[in-house]
């Protein structure tokens, strides 16, 4: 069984070393610093075996030529953004075959946040960098709402079960908003409460379960009378499809 580790960095990122139910090697998803990634490995005796990107931004991307130098690594990336440190352009298709200490991968395109943004699913386990947050999603920083609300859409098709690895922790104040959309909801009601005590705890909220996306996140809701209901008092007019009020609660998020 893969064991997952999560690596902080920065204010709010994590990156995620993906350890072989085999051996020590590890794949690390989205290092934007080497620094915290170097120490985690050494302390516990692992062997970085790849790099994996989601997108292009710089704090998911800044560790790699470091990590590269040190550790002479395979990286793998989007086809469609242009990543200097990106050596194997990825895009989506059958299952791939990353390395051979780790099963098949399914690369799912899920732009919206950025043009090219790609996500990973290795068995229940979805790396989806700033597609879909805990709570939320992520802004729309070069790509389109109608990316953004399709690349959801592919998520939310998961199982339930899917375990959703993002790449910020980004919870408290993601439902915080969604409470503002939403605030009848009772399961949303109890997620924050429990996610208040975590962060006390300065403990981690993610990865989150996509049934409990599906329950609690508005951005997955759209096509709900509750949601649709909510963006339309807020947009001051009636909004006919689920992508209209998507872009609705984009825009409200922006602002919130």
């Known amino acids: 069984m893969l064991q997952i ?15 072989s139910a085999q051996n020590h090697d590890v794949l690390i998803v989205d290092p934007g610093d080497a620094g915290p990634v170097i120490k985690f490995v050494e302390k516990n005796d692992l062997q970085p075996a790849a790099i994996l990107v989601t997108h292009h931004h710089s704090d998911h991307v800044g560790g790699i030529r470091r990590l590269d130098d040190l550790y002479d690594l395979p990286v793998f990336g989007p086809q469609r953004e242009h990543i200097k440190t990106v050596d194997t352009p990825l895009y989506a298709q059958a299952d791939q075959l990353l390395h051979p200490s780790f099963p098949h991968f399914r690369i799912i395109d899920t732009p919206g946040h950025t043009p090219g943004h790609i996500s990973y699913l290795i068995e229940d386990n979805l790396f989806c960098g700033d597609t879909i ?27 339930d079960d899917t375990k959703l690895y993002c790449a910020h922790e980004y919870t408290l104040s993601n439902l ?25 705890q300065q403990i981690a ?5 996509l049934s409990e996306e599906k329950m609690t996140n508005p951005f997955l809701r759209c096509d709900t009378t509750e ?23 984009r825009a ?4 919130f």
């Open 5 to 19: 580790h999560a690596v902080q960095a920065f204010s709010d990122n994590y990156i995620w070393l993906i350890q």
């Open 133 to 159: 947050f805990a709570g939320g999603c992520g802004r729309l920083l070069g790509g389109t709402a109608e990316q953004l609300f399709e690349s959801l859409g592919k998520i939310k098709q998961l199982n």
């Open 176 to 200: 915080q908003f969604a409470l503002a959309v939403d605030p009848d909801n009772s399961a949303l009601v109890e997620r924050f409460t429990k996610t208040e005590a975590l962060r006390e």
């Open 205 to 209: 909220t993610v990865p989150s379960l």
């Open 227 to 249: 949601i649709k209901q909510a963006a339309e008092a807020y947009a001051g007019q009636p909004l006919d499809t689920p992508l209209a009020v998507f872009k609705v609660l």
């Open 252 to 255: 409200w998020k922006d602002e």
